[in-house]
């Protein structure tokens, strides 16, 4: 059984970088063909994708947050990190890791951190 878990901090202040891990224990981040995503869903609407790492560690982000964007991993940890630089009250979110499967299934999801940006 994968099990994904979000920590970071819930309240950034605007301007500043939001950053997240994930941690993911049952299985390796390096296991072909899955993918590791980070997806938010802001207050009222709904799931937006951020951005992915593969297994072989490639990247892949949103066309509209990509300039703000990084995710990276440590395999000794077995983990994967968000980076989004130069926060606004409008990335105020719940924001969800997930594992995409080689089918583009998303089977496994953590519990979901909410981040606020607020001075």
């Known amino acids: 059984q994968v099990q994904l878990q979000e920590s970071g901090p819930g309240l950034v202040k605007p301007s500043q970088t939001l950053s997240l891990t994930c941690a993911v224990s049952?299985?390796?981040?390096?296991?072909?063909?899955?993918?590791w995503s980070w997806i938010r869903q802001p207050p009222g609407k709904g799931l937006e994708w951020i951005g992915h790492?593969?297994?072989?560690?490639?990247?892949d982000y949103s066309s509209s947050l990509e300039s703000r964007t990084s995710i990276s991993r440590d395999t000794s940890k077995n983990e994967f990190t968000l980076q989004l630089s130069s926060v606004t009250p409008e990335d105020t979110a719940v924001y969800y890791c997930?594992?995409?499967?080689?089918?583009?299934?998303?089977?496994?999801w953590g519990q979901g951190t909410q981040v606020t940006i607020s001075s």
């Open positions: 997930a594992r995409v499967g080689p089918r583009d299934e998303y089977d496994y």
């Open positions: 049952g299985g390796s981040i390096t296991t072909n063909y899955y993918y």
């Open positions: 790492i593969a297994y072989s560690g490639s990247t």
